[in-house]
């Protein structure tokens, strides 16, 4: 791990998520505008771009087109397809494509292009796990999937998430426009600068296999050595079902459905109590304990771990993270699950575009670090469809249409990216994937966001933040 690094990116997407907000107090109170209380009606579930349906009295209405052969449903077809496939890849989802796709492409209203868009990324995360569950670690006989990471940050993923979502209905559209630039850009540029890194290291590495290969061959071409020797413990070939198993933990897997389980029935209780009463934030506080919960026991389980492997000299690695699981770094990384669950629920994102740029900083390989952001996404996607179709946001026909293109894009997005990297050798190829698919949002988001706020100016819309409970 590179904590400098790490600390000066958590560092960035802190001073840049708090300059944008306290620039909102400036501009306010220069604006003198006065909030339009005909635009005060909206969800506890609002995420990315949503609030971008108050700009105007048309875009609250719900717009759900036909599922009908066209060029736009062609067109948004094959956008979905790439990007799925590139974004499970790369860990992040892809939620910052699929909602402008929907939007200016197909026609759907903002908070059903939302809606939909959490389809896409759990049909595209499901894909990528089932996907990844049949494939064998790269370099260790132990699962694909890290388990303990994923019991680290999924309870404070998806606590941030609920705060995030809370705050989203209260945060100025340009606000959250901003903030996509900020942040999308820092990661982004972060991950593409990780890439280039690995890029050099694996030439260095090939160049050093080349080099001992050659040293094998005299100068008129002939094999020095002309007898392979096997080695005295061969490693053994496993079947699809073998794989299959060793990579599933049920014991982690039921403890994250039970995490799962216990966020969704909070939420939809809490969706038929009176908004900012006193059961409404005993609901919402009781989300605080689940997560402390089972982050605290992964903390403890990793800690005792690394002290005791420590006390005997055995500095091998507990989990894919190559950093001692001090209370420092555990601090850390709940600042970090929290920090990119929350932005992840203010702007509509899984957090993986947080969460994958993370996980590679802390010293986990491109695969294993994919595979586990992917894992973690499906959780926290598949929540939100849940309460959405509970809610009745999206249509039904339109929904299974385009999970099953992600699922297949996801499927075969893992499948290609790892042909990929067996043939080339480079499992930078991931990370590149990855940075590009943030990179490719901040762009369509940035704009998007910029024409609207623009708008919104042009038409002496209120620019501050609004109150909560009267934004519900």
């Known amino acids: 791990m590179t904590p400098m690094a790490t600390k000066g990116l958590v560092l960035y997407l802190l001073t840049g998520f708090s300059v944008a907000v306290l620039s909102v107090l400036f501009l306010s109170d220069v604006s003198g505008y006065s909030p339009n209380k005909n635009l005060l009606s909206s969800s506890s579930n609002s995420t990315l771009l949503q609030y971008s349906s108050y700009v105007s009295s048309s875009s609250t209405d719900t ?23 590139c974004g ?43 996907y990844n569950l049949r494939v064998p670690h790269p370099t260790k006989e132990v699962p694909i999937l890290d388990y303990d990471l994923a019991l680290l940050f999924q309870p404070m993923l998806m606590l941030g998430i609920t705060i ?26 972060r991950s593409f600068c ?34 392979e020797y096997d080695p005295l413990v061969p490693r053994e070939e496993k079947s699809q079902m073998q794989i299959l198993c060793s990579n599933l933990r049920w014991k982690w897997i039921w403890v994250l459905v039970l995490v799962w389980i216990a966020f969704l029935a909070l939420q939809i209780i809490k969706n038929d109590v009176e908004v900012c009463s006193v059961w409404y934030w005993v609901l919402f506080c009781l989300q605080f304990p689940i997560a402390l919960g089972v982050f605290g026991y992964e903390s403890v389980k990793l800690y005792k771990e690394h002290k005791k492997r420590m006390s005997i000299g055995n500095t091998e690695s507990i989990c894919e993270a190559s950093i001692g699981w001090t209370a420092m770094h555990i ?50 996607s598949s929540l939100s469809v849940v309460e959405f179709y509970l809610l009745k946001r999206f249509p039904i026909p339109y929904a299974l ?28 190829i991931i990370v590149f994937v990855l940075s590009g698919v943030i ?28 109150g909560f409970c009267s934004s519900q």
């Open 63 to 85: 717009v759900w087109p036909e599922l009908e052969f066209s060029w736009r449903l062609v067109l948004a077809t094959v956008i979905g397809f790439l990007g799925s496939a």
């Open 88 to 130: 499970t890849v790369g860990g992040v989802g892809g939620g910052g494509i699929f909602v402008p796709m929907l939007t200016l492409i197909v026609g759907f209203d903002t908070k059903s292009a939302a809606a939909l868009s959490k389809c896409m990324i759990m049909g595209a995360s499901a894909s990528s796990v089932w």
């Open 164 to 189: 995030g979502v809370a705050l989203s209905v209260v945060f100025p559209y340009w606000l959250i426009t901003v903030l996509i630039i900020i942040l999308f850009l820092g990661t982004s540029s």
């Open 194 to 227: 990780k890439a280039i890194e690995m890029w050099k290291e694996e030439t260095i590495f090939k160049k050093e296999m080349a080099r001992q290969q050659e040293a094998l061959v005299n100068s008129r071409g002939d094999l020095l050595i002309d007898t």
């Open 331 to 380: 601090a850390f990384c709940s600042l970090c699950g929290i920090l990119g669950g929350t932005v992840g629920g203010l702007l509509g994102s899984g957090g993986g575009f947080i969460l994958g740029p993370l996980l590679l900083e802390i010293g986990v390989i491109p695969q294993v670090a994919s595979a586990t952001a992917t894992f973690v996404m499906m959780f926290s």
């Open 401 to 428: 249409y385009l999970t099953a293109v992600s699922i297949l894009a996801g499927f075969w997005g893992q499948f290609i990216i790892r042909k990929i990297i067996t043939f080339l050798k480079r499992a930078s």
């Open 439 to 466: 990179f490719a949002s901040a762009i369509t988001m940035g704009v998007i966001g910029i024409e609207t706020s623009i708008e919104m100016i042009h038409n002496h819309e209120f620019m501050g933040f609004l």
